[in-house]
């Protein structure tokens, strides 16, 4: 990508930037043509597949972001439907990083609920939490311990986007198109 590549909102809405009287592309601006799948791996996949060591906070917090899209998506969570403990979607959580269902609840709710709401997790009254990737399991639990490895939730969350790209088709939060100004 060249550095007079910009990205905007959707193609359909036809202007620059969201605000309904903002100023219309330039006339030499020309989208790329760039697939889905390309933005896809481009913006999200690599970039969080090429983290390691200490960005893994950061790394967690984009992945489950698109994993709870991923759920909203494939029909486990209703888009806007608010759940709390008890719900079906823990059995699904606890499945995909081999933990029970309540685990899974206490887990989404410090820290998927604590990194989009305070930035990193919150604090739980059943557990201390720990994170490494010293670990061949995405989650141990010992005792008032639960010690996540990033990189292998990582994985397993971005495998599971991987399969089933068609979670981006999203009227709500549609990928923006990406256009070069051709300059003489």
Same mark, same amino acid.
């Given at each position: 990508?060249?550095?007079?590549?910009?990205?905007? @909102?959707?193609?359909?809405?036809?202007?620059?930037?969201?605000?309904?009287?903002?100023?219309?592309?330039?006339?030499?601006?020309?989208?790329?043509?760039?697939?889905?799948? /390309?933005?896809?791996?481009?913006?999200?996949? /690599?970039?969080?597949?090429?983290? &390691?060591?200490? *960005? +893994?906070? %950061?790394?967690?917090?984009?992945? =489950?972001?698109?994993?709870?899209?991923? =759920?909203?998506?494939?029909? !486990?969570?209703?888009?806007?439907?608010?759940?709390? !403990?008890?719900?079906?979607?823990?059995? *699904?959580?606890?499945? &995909?990083?081999?933990?029970?269902?309540?685990?899974?609840?206490?887990?989404?709710?410090?820290? $998927?609920?604590?990194?989009?709401?305070?930035?990193?997790?919150?604090?739980?009254?059943?557990? #201390?939490? +720990?994170?490494?990737?010293? !670990?061949?399991?995405? #989650?141990?639990?010992?005792?008032?311990?639960? #010690? #996540?490895?990033?990189?292998?939730?990582?994985?397993?969350?971005?495998? $599971?986007?991987? *399969?089933?790209?068609?979670?981006?088709?999203? /009227?709500?939060?549609? =990928?923006? !198109? @990406?256009?070069?100004? %051709?300059?003489?």
């Amino acid at each position: 990508m060249t550095s007079n590549a910009k990205y905007t @909102v959707p193609k359909s809405v036809g202007k620059f930037g969201t605000s309904s009287d903002a100023s219309p592309w330039p006339s030499k601006a020309t989208p790329t043509g760039r697939s889905k799948r /390309e933005l896809i791996d481009t913006w999200f996949i /690599e970039p969080l597949r090429r983290m &390691d060591g200490h *960005q +893994g906070f %950061i790394c967690l917090s984009s992945c =489950l972001f698109f994993y709870e899209k991923y =759920l909203k998506k494939t029909d !486990q969570i209703e888009s806007n439907e608010c759940f709390s !403990q008890g719900h079906r979607v823990f059995k *699904q959580i606890g499945k &995909d990083f081999g933990i029970s269902e309540n685990d899974a609840y206490e887990f989404w709710f410090c820290w $998927r609920n604590g990194f989009a709401h305070y930035g990193l997790p919150k604090k739980s009254k059943r557990f #201390v939490w +720990g994170l490494t990737s010293d !670990q061949d399991k995405i #989650v141990c639990i010992k005792g008032s311990s639960f #010690v #996540v490895n990033p990189w292998l939730m990582r994985d397993k969350i971005l495998n $599971r986007i991987e *399969q089933k790209k068609s979670i981006w088709n999203d /009227e709500l939060a549609p =990928l923006m !198109q @990406v256009f070069h100004i %051709i300059e003489p």
